[in-house]
């Protein structure tokens, strides 16, 4: 059974950082293109940042220059640090695990429960 759990969501004020943890189990990770996706209340799901499994990194523009993301295929995780964080990006932050490539629809095989980003201004 597959399972996504991210964890490091809070509240930060604006300007400040942030580090969000997605631990998998269940997959061969090496398999799999690792992204992040983010919900705000009455917006639709969209996507923030993905890595490949050949390390291409994919950004949203509102996010790239502030966002970074990485994996550690050893402990089965993937990271989001999200820098100069702004209002506009609280939402709730969603892990996902696709088989071979990099998509921007959220239609991946797998997420997480997601965890919560509040930034106040």
């Known amino acids: 059974q597959v399972q996504l759990v991210e964890s490091g969501g ?5 300007g400040g950082s942030l580090r969000l943890s997605c ?3 269940g997959l061969t990770f090496s398999d799999y293109s690792m992204a992040w996706f983010r919900q ?4 639709e799901r969209e996507f923030v940042i ?3 499994r050949s390390g291409l990194t994919y950004y949203a523009d509102s996010v790239q220059g502030r966002f ?3 994996r550690d295929n050893a402990k ?11 209002p506009e990006d609280t939402a709730t ?3 996902a695990a696709k088989r071979n490539r990099v998509i921007r629809a ?12 509040t930034v106040s201004s």
């Open 50 to 52: 993905a890595l490949s």
């Open 76 to 86: 089965i995780t993937t990271y989001l640090q999200m820098n100069s964080l702004k």
């Open 68 to 70: 970074t993301i990485s």
């Open 106 to 117: 959220p239609e991946y095989d797998y997420w997480g429960a997601g965890t919560q980003v």
């Open 93 to 95: 932050y969603y892990c």
């Open 40 to 43: 705000a209340p009455g917006k």
């Open 10 to 14: 809070g509240s930060v004020q604006a």
């Open 23 to 25: 631990a998998a189990s």
